[in-house]
T-cell receptor
Framework: KAGVTQTPRYLIKTRGQQVTLSCSPI?????VSWYQQTPGQGLQFLFEYFSETQRNKGNFPGRFSGRQFSNSRSEMNVSTLELGDSALYLC?????????????FGQGTRLTVV | TQLLEQSPQFLSIQEGENLTVYCNSS?????LQWYRQEPGEGPVLLVTVVTGGEVKKLKRLTFQFGDARKDSSLHITAAQPGDTGLYLC????????????FGKGTHLIIQP
Protein backbone atom coordinates (compact mmCIF):
# COMPACT_ATOMS: atom_id res chain seq x y z
CA LYS A 1 0.00 0.00 0.00
CA ALA A 2 1.11 3.56 -0.62
CA GLY A 3 3.16 5.27 2.07
CA VAL A 4 2.94 8.76 3.47
CA THR A 5 3.28 11.44 0.81
CA GLN A 6 4.50 14.94 1.55
CA THR A 7 4.56 17.79 -0.92
CA PRO A 8 6.53 19.70 -1.88
CA ARG A 9 9.87 18.03 -1.13
CA TYR A 10 11.81 21.28 -1.20
CA LEU A 11 10.79 24.88 -0.68
CA ILE A 12 12.62 28.20 -0.50
CA LYS A 13 10.79 31.16 0.99
CA THR A 14 11.65 34.69 2.06
CA ARG A 15 11.34 36.02 5.59
CA GLY A 16 7.84 37.31 6.28
CA GLN A 17 6.15 35.06 3.75
CA GLN A 18 3.84 32.22 4.61
CA VAL A 19 3.98 28.60 3.51
CA THR A 20 1.60 25.64 3.33
CA LEU A 21 2.83 22.05 3.41
CA SER A 22 0.74 19.03 2.55
CA CYS A 23 0.62 15.46 3.83
CA SER A 24 -1.37 12.48 2.59
CA PRO A 25 -1.38 9.66 5.18
CA ILE A 26 -1.49 5.93 4.64
CA UNK A 27 -4.95 4.78 3.63
CA UNK A 28 -6.97 3.91 6.73
CA UNK A 29 -4.84 6.00 9.08
CA UNK A 30 -6.82 8.71 10.80
CA UNK A 31 -4.04 10.38 12.75
CA VAL A 32 -1.54 12.79 11.25
CA SER A 33 1.23 14.33 13.32
CA TRP A 34 3.69 17.02 12.28
CA TYR A 35 7.27 17.35 13.47
CA GLN A 36 10.04 19.87 12.91
CA GLN A 37 13.57 18.48 12.63
CA THR A 38 16.66 20.63 12.98
CA PRO A 39 20.28 19.64 13.66
CA GLY A 40 20.30 21.42 17.00
CA GLN A 41 16.93 20.44 18.43
CA GLY A 42 16.26 17.12 16.75
CA LEU A 43 12.67 16.08 16.11
CA GLN A 44 10.12 18.27 17.87
CA PHE A 45 6.40 17.64 17.96
CA LEU A 46 4.24 20.35 16.41
CA PHE A 47 0.69 19.00 16.56
CA GLU A 48 -1.50 15.99 15.90
CA TYR A 49 -4.81 15.81 14.07
CA PHE A 50 -7.30 12.99 14.41
CA SER A 51 -10.62 12.91 12.58
CA GLU A 52 -10.29 16.56 11.55
CA THR A 53 -9.68 17.75 15.12
CA GLN A 54 -6.44 18.93 16.64
CA ARG A 55 -5.89 16.42 19.41
CA ASN A 56 -2.67 17.79 20.82
CA LYS A 57 -0.20 20.59 20.28
CA GLY A 58 3.48 20.99 20.98
CA ASN A 59 5.28 24.05 22.24
CA PHE A 60 5.40 26.16 19.09
CA PRO A 61 4.15 29.71 18.50
CA GLY A 62 0.76 30.44 16.97
CA ARG A 63 2.40 31.13 13.59
CA PHE A 64 2.36 27.36 13.16
CA SER A 65 -1.09 25.98 12.42
CA GLY A 66 -2.62 23.02 10.72
CA ARG A 67 -5.80 21.35 9.65
CA GLN A 68 -7.08 17.97 8.57
CA PHE A 69 -9.65 17.21 5.93
CA SER A 70 -12.36 14.54 5.89
CA ASN A 71 -10.13 12.24 3.81
CA SER A 72 -7.44 12.50 6.55
CA ARG A 73 -5.11 14.58 4.38
CA SER A 74 -3.48 17.31 6.40
CA GLU A 75 -1.87 20.66 5.80
CA MET A 76 0.32 22.76 8.00
CA ASN A 77 0.81 26.46 7.59
CA VAL A 78 3.56 28.71 8.85
CA SER A 79 2.93 32.44 8.67
CA THR A 80 5.39 35.32 8.91
CA LEU A 81 8.36 33.06 8.27
CA GLU A 82 11.57 33.56 10.24
CA LEU A 83 15.07 32.37 9.40
CA GLY A 84 14.85 29.95 12.32
CA ASP A 85 11.93 28.17 10.70
CA SER A 86 14.34 26.59 8.22
CA ALA A 87 14.06 22.88 8.90
CA LEU A 88 12.89 19.51 7.67
CA TYR A 89 9.17 19.23 8.34
CA LEU A 90 8.00 15.66 8.76
CA CYS A 91 4.52 14.28 8.72
CA UNK A 92 3.71 10.98 10.39
CA UNK A 93 0.60 8.90 9.95
CA UNK A 94 -0.74 6.36 12.39
CA UNK A 95 -3.90 4.54 13.33
CA UNK A 96 -4.27 7.00 16.17
CA UNK A 97 -5.36 4.50 18.77
CA UNK A 98 -4.11 4.54 22.34
CA UNK A 99 -2.91 0.96 21.92
CA UNK A 100 -0.92 1.35 18.74
CA UNK A 101 0.96 4.61 18.26
CA UNK A 102 3.50 3.41 15.69
CA UNK A 103 4.20 6.23 13.30
CA UNK A 104 5.01 6.03 9.62
CA PHE A 105 6.83 9.05 8.29
CA GLY A 106 6.87 10.74 4.93
CA GLN A 107 10.10 11.88 3.29
CA GLY A 108 9.61 15.38 4.62
CA THR A 109 9.57 18.87 3.19
CA ARG A 110 12.88 20.73 3.37
CA LEU A 111 12.02 24.39 4.02
CA THR A 112 14.69 27.03 3.64
CA VAL A 113 13.91 30.59 4.70
CA VAL A 114 16.20 33.27 3.27
CA THR B 1 8.60 17.92 30.00
CA GLN B 2 9.69 14.40 29.15
CA LEU B 3 13.20 14.05 27.78
CA LEU B 4 14.98 11.18 26.10
CA GLU B 5 18.77 11.27 26.18
CA GLN B 6 20.57 9.24 23.55
CA SER B 7 24.21 8.26 23.72
CA PRO B 8 26.57 8.35 22.10
CA GLN B 9 25.67 11.27 19.87
CA PHE B 10 28.15 10.18 17.20
CA LEU B 11 29.76 6.79 16.59
CA SER B 12 32.10 5.72 13.82
CA ILE B 13 33.32 2.13 13.76
CA GLN B 14 34.74 -0.44 11.38
CA GLU B 15 32.67 -3.01 9.56
CA GLY B 16 32.32 -6.19 11.62
CA GLU B 17 32.45 -4.53 15.03
CA ASN B 18 29.65 -4.59 17.59
CA LEU B 19 28.04 -1.52 19.11
CA THR B 20 25.38 -0.44 21.59
CA VAL B 21 23.31 2.73 21.55
CA TYR B 22 21.47 3.91 24.65
CA CYS B 23 18.25 5.81 25.21
CA ASN B 24 17.57 7.02 28.76
CA SER B 25 14.88 8.99 30.52
CA SER B 26 13.68 9.81 34.00
CA UNK B 27 10.13 9.32 32.76
CA UNK B 28 8.17 6.12 32.31
CA UNK B 29 6.90 5.36 28.83
CA UNK B 30 4.08 3.02 27.88
CA UNK B 31 6.09 2.03 24.82
CA LEU B 32 9.28 2.96 23.09
CA GLN B 33 10.04 2.93 19.41
CA TRP B 34 13.31 2.87 17.48
CA TYR B 35 13.67 4.47 14.08
CA ARG B 36 16.44 4.75 11.53
CA GLN B 37 16.72 7.79 9.31
CA GLU B 38 18.89 8.21 6.24
CA PRO B 39 19.87 11.60 4.80
CA GLY B 40 17.03 13.32 2.98
CA GLU B 41 14.48 10.76 4.11
CA GLY B 42 11.96 10.42 6.92
CA PRO B 43 12.56 8.08 9.87
CA VAL B 44 11.64 4.43 9.32
CA LEU B 45 10.22 2.42 12.20
CA LEU B 46 12.43 -0.52 13.24
CA VAL B 47 10.71 -1.86 16.33
CA THR B 48 8.32 -1.08 19.19
CA VAL B 49 8.93 -2.40 22.71
CA VAL B 50 6.10 -2.35 25.19
CA THR B 51 6.79 -4.59 28.17
CA GLY B 52 9.44 -3.83 30.80
CA GLY B 53 12.40 -6.16 30.29
CA GLU B 54 11.30 -7.01 26.76
CA VAL B 55 13.95 -8.04 24.25
CA LYS B 56 13.30 -8.02 20.49
CA LYS B 57 15.64 -9.17 17.75
CA LEU B 58 15.64 -8.01 14.17
CA LYS B 59 18.39 -9.95 12.36
CA ARG B 60 21.64 -8.44 13.74
CA LEU B 61 19.81 -5.81 15.81
CA THR B 62 18.75 -6.48 19.40
CA PHE B 63 16.46 -4.06 21.22
CA GLN B 64 15.87 -4.08 24.95
CA PHE B 65 13.37 -2.16 27.07
CA GLY B 66 14.40 -1.51 30.65
CA ASP B 67 12.50 -3.18 33.49
CA ALA B 68 11.18 0.19 34.67
CA ARG B 69 10.29 1.25 31.11
CA LYS B 70 12.49 4.35 31.38
CA ASP B 71 15.36 3.28 29.17
CA SER B 72 16.20 1.20 26.15
CA SER B 73 19.21 -0.02 24.21
CA LEU B 74 19.95 -1.04 20.67
CA HIS B 75 22.79 -3.50 20.07
CA ILE B 76 24.12 -4.18 16.59
CA THR B 77 26.25 -7.25 15.98
CA ALA B 78 28.80 -7.37 13.17
CA ALA B 79 27.91 -3.92 11.86
CA GLN B 80 27.77 -3.40 8.11
CA PRO B 81 28.04 -0.21 6.00
CA GLY B 82 24.32 -0.50 5.28
CA ASP B 83 23.67 0.10 9.00
CA THR B 84 24.91 3.68 8.62
CA GLY B 85 22.29 6.25 9.55
CA LEU B 86 20.69 8.29 12.32
CA TYR B 87 19.11 6.08 14.98
CA LEU B 88 16.28 7.68 16.92
CA CYS B 89 14.40 6.45 19.95
CA UNK B 90 10.91 7.77 20.63
CA UNK B 91 8.83 7.37 23.75
CA UNK B 92 5.07 7.24 23.95
CA UNK B 93 3.72 8.48 27.27
CA UNK B 94 0.42 6.71 26.72
CA UNK B 95 -2.97 7.61 25.30
CA UNK B 96 -1.48 8.70 22.01
CA UNK B 97 -2.42 12.30 22.70
CA UNK B 98 0.93 13.87 23.54
CA UNK B 99 2.87 12.96 20.45
CA UNK B 100 6.01 10.92 20.50
CA UNK B 101 8.98 12.31 22.43
CA PHE B 102 12.13 11.83 20.38
CA GLY B 103 15.74 11.67 21.46
CA LYS B 104 18.20 13.70 19.39
CA GLY B 105 19.58 10.56 17.86
CA THR B 106 22.84 8.70 17.38
CA HIS B 107 24.68 9.33 14.13
CA LEU B 108 26.23 5.98 13.23
CA ILE B 109 28.85 5.51 10.52
CA ILE B 110 30.10 2.06 9.62
CA GLN B 111 33.32 2.23 7.64
CA PRO B 112 34.12 -0.58 5.16
Amino acid sequence: KAGVTQTPRYLIKTRGQQVTLSCSPISGHRSVSWYQQTPGQGLQFLFEYFSETQRNKGNFPGRFSGRQFSNSRSEMNVSTLELGDSALYLCASSLGSAINTEAFFGQGTRLTVV
Amino acid sequence: TQLLEQSPQFLSIQEGENLTVYCNSSSVFSSLQWYRQEPGEGPVLLVTVVTGGEVKKLKRLTFQFGDARKDSSLHITAAQPGDTGLYLCAGDSGGGADGLTFGKGTHLIIQP
